[in-house]
């Protein structure tokens, strides 16, 4: 069973507006939210976290939006650049060490 | 600094032969993740060492996997006897002490057995 559900295989944006990616989780113990980014032929890697504690935490044209009632979390990018043209997987851990992951969200900002 | 460095990038195999990947963590870094991707399952966590010590190999597929970290800067995976189902992405991660804190991916090896 999945703890973390990224149910949008893909989004398509055109650039310069915004893009909304989604995830839902089922394990109420999580208590910390990370979004990566990974490139074709590379690893993931770490773009921006959240904490249970938090409802929102902003790096730059990337917010993260946190739902714990709807154990729900969106990953916010404004304004959309084709170099975001990426997967991006959401990520939750429950006090230790380990993640679990989504399946993915296959981003395309469209010039 | 040097990111993660996983060897080698691309392995092909037959059915039955042994692999080894390998995976040199950054430096500094306590905590190393093996993880296998497919697109049927996604990213899953193989086996995770703290301090060089398995911590917890319950994703380990099977008796075929078995991984070991002799020091803090080495790290493999092997895979013996190989199958046609154990193709995919193998990533190797690593992070620094603490809760919470960013794990830090290879580039990957992808493996195809044949």
């Known amino acids: 069973d999945q703890q973390v559900k990224q149910n949008s295989p893909s989004l398509s944006v055109q650039e310069g507006r915004i893009s909304i990616l989604n995830c839902d989780y089922t394990?109420?113990?999580?208590?910390?939210f990370l979004w990566y980014k990974k490139y074709p032929a590379e690893g993931p890697t770490f773009l921006i976290s959240?904490?249970?504690?938090?409802d929102k935490n902003e790096d730059g044209r990337f917010t993260v939006f946190l739902n714990k009632s709807a154990k729900h979390l969106s990953l916010h990018i404004v304004p959309s650049q084709p170099g975001d043209s990426a997967v991006y997987f959401c990520a939750a851990g429950a006090g230790s060490y380990q993640l679990t992951f989504g399946k993915g969200t296959k981003l395309s900002v469209i010039p | 600094d040097a990111g993660v460095i996983q060897s080698p990038r691309h392995e092909v195999t037959e059915m039955g032969q042994e692999v080894t990947l390998r995976c040199k963590p950054i430096s500094g870094h306590n905590s190393l993740f093996w993880y296998r991707q497919t697109m049927m399952r996604g990213l899953e966590l193989l086996i995770y060492f703290n301090n060089n010590v398995p911590i917890d190999d319950s994703g380990m597929p099977e008796d075929r996997f078995s991984a070991k970290m002799p020091n803090a800067s080495f790290s493999t995976l092997k895979i013996q006897p190989s199958e046609p189902r154990d193709s995919a992405v193998y990533f190797c991660a690593s992070s620094r002490a603490g809760a919470k804190n960013i794990q830090y991916f290879g580039a990957g090896t992808r493996l195809s057995v044949l």
């Open positions: 394990n109420s113990m999580f208590d910390y």
């Open positions: 959240i904490s249970s504690i938090k």
